[in-house]
């Protein structure tokens, strides 16, 4: 087994040097890895804002949360000289840091899966720390296998297969992934939006001159798309509660179908559903 301290060359006098941050969220335990496959500069925004002073040390090797055991590599970060800053957005309090990506082994961000077994809760480790339990030591991770390419995001994969949160659907229409844009903007039909922290649903169509691309940009600029219920959702919690909303597909329908049929299947939807008695339809 390779060690991730050998792959990065750490020895072990320079432990007390490291803290290893394991990249997860409470919302979304996934939301780090969705990050850095959205590009690395996204990854250390988000990582730099801290609910606490947790990067005590010079130097975090970064992992982030895939499956159970299983850890992507997100590159080791030098802390800055300067004290973090208190931060506060929409009600939620932290610590601002400066951070900087260190030239070590960057051709692995993203490609390297780190395996290590926690079996406990904390998420910023000293490199040197051996769990009181007998658990694996941090400095016993090792390399569980290398992707032939970086994380990125991932091509169409197919219109039953669509599921996806906010942040990757702005991600994808505003870079104009061109297999999503492809397959959407040559369908009409019906979807379904989830607000994840309830379970509240929503149905809506695509039909007219719009296609699911078209009606799911707007989506993306403002997260409610103009529906009467999201944009009260949005009013009552702020605009980042968009990031609890799912999307996803029911049906798709030809282009040339007519609006009658659409609308039709769009309140079909809506009854199995029920989402207009406990959902987020208002009609």
Known sequence: ML????????????????????ATDPGDKMR?????????????DWQESQTNK????????SLAYIEKDKWMFAGVYEVMPVPPRPIERNGW??????????????????RAVIYFHRNFRHS???LEMIPADGGMPPRDMYLYC????????REFPGFDQVDIDYELLKAIVGKSVNS????????????????ARTGRQYVGSAYGEECIWQRWEAYAASGHGGNV?????????????????????????NMNLGNDYIIGRENHWKNILMTREFGLNEN
């Open 54 to 61: 947790n990067f005590g040390r010079r130097y975090i090797i």
């Open 180 to 195: 999503w844009k492809t397959a959407l903007s040559n369908v009409k039909g019906v979807y379904l939006i989830v607000d």
């Open 32 to 44: 780090p890895y969705k990050k850095l496959m959205l590009g690395q500069q996204e990854f250390t």
């Open 229 to 253: 219920e999201l944009k009260r959702l949005l009013a009552q919690h702020g605009a980042d509660y968009a990031e609890n909303f799912r999307y996803s597909i029911l049906e798709v329908c």
């Open 124 to 126: 910023y480790l000293n």
């Open 146 to 153: 290398l992707h032939e390419g970086k994380v990125s995001i």
């Open 93 to 110: 309090n932290g610590w601002k840091y400066e951070t900087r990506l260190v030239d070590v082994q960057q051709d692995l961000i993203g």
């Open 3 to 22: 060690k991730l301290t050998q792959i990065l060359g750490i020895d072990d006098n320079e432990f007390k040097n490291y803290k290893v941050h394991l």
